[in-house]
């Protein structure tokens, strides 16, 4: 059982560690959308742009470059992120473990406050590679838009 003052504790963190759990993942969706429109963007700019059939190769080096140091610069941020989300997220189980959401009896008798698979549902998470690969594809299409032209 926990002390009066330890269990104060986590319930003042708990809630900290739930936004944080929150923020962390709406942070990779913002920085997917952000990445995406970047690179749509270029496609765009490349498929309707009256130069594109008089770029040199090197232009079109460049311009390849650009869009896969784009897509890196973001799919590292994306990964930074949810590496901190996976932490946040182990931090806030063990709270909730800590504070008997997971035990019978604790708001009804013979049920868990929380279900036992959520302790692990994390780890299935794919929202991840999700991320991941709308900015590689996009990235892909561009290239491709390159190669064509």
């Known amino acids: 059982m926990l002390s009066e003052g330890v269990q ?58 650009v869009g896969l140091t784009w897509c890196g610069l973001f799919c590292a941020l994306v990964l930074q992120q949810q590496y901190r989300h996976r932490l946040a997220k182990q931090v806030l189980i063990q709270i909730e473990q800590a504070l008997g959401f997971y035990e019978e009896g604790l708001i009804v008798e013979n049920q868990t406050l929380y279900p036992d698979s959520w302790k692990t549902a994390w780890l299935g998470d794919r929202s991840g590679t999700f991320y991941l690969s709308v900015l590689s594809l996009l990235t892909l299409l561009l290239l491709v838009a390159l190669l064509l032209d």
């Open 8 to 65: 104060q504790v986590l319930t003042v963190i708990y809630p900290l560690y739930k936004d944080e759990v929150y923020k962390r993942r709406e942070q990779m969706m913002r920085l997917t959308a952000l990445g995406s429109f970047g690179l749509i963007a270029m496609l765009f700019a490349l498929l309707l742009s009256p130069q594109k059939h008089r770029m040199s190769s090197a232009e079109t080096v460049l311009l390849g470059v």
